[in-house]
């Protein structure tokens, strides 16, 4: 069965830090883009950021630049999305995708990923 599962989510306070996984079963995320999006109570779901495990390029909405770092482990098959400095407006259902994509690039468009896992929360709240 193929699936991305995410973990990592809770409640922290302003200023703190969380680190998600994003872990692939059934299939390998080498030729794959990953991001990781999110979706906050009565807003759209939107990108945060996203990487090429074949390239290892990333980038990030300008929202989280600074504060959130991604990266990958392509032995683990999971990609994590460091948080830092949180903010109570990154209070969301985060998830992530993959997205084929052979020939590398870190561009993840909502409508184009191929997998998709079933979330975790983040709550930031003092």
């Known amino acids: 069965q193929l699936q991305l599962v995410e973990s990592g989510g809770g409640l922290v306070q302003p200023g703190g830090s969380l680190r998600l996984s994003c872990a692939a079963s059934g299939f390998t995320l080498d030729n794959y883009a990953v991001g990781w999006f999110r979706q906050a109570p009565g807003k759209e779901r939107e990108g945060v950021s996203c990487t090429s495990m074949r390239d290892g390029s990333t980038n990030y909405a300008d929202s989280v630049k600074g504060r959130f770092t991604i990266s990958r482990d392509n032995a683990k098959n999971t990609v994590f999305l460091q948080m830092n400095n949180l903010k109570p407006e990154d209070t969301a259902i985060y998830y992530c995708?993959?997205?084929?994509?052979?020939?590398?690039?870190?561009?993840?468009?909502?409508?184009?990923?191929?997998?998709w896992g079933k979330g975790t929360l983040v709550t930031v709240s003092s």
């Open positions: 995708a993959a997205d084929y994509r052979p020939l590398g690039g870190s561009r993840c468009v909502y409508g184009a990923m191929d997998y």
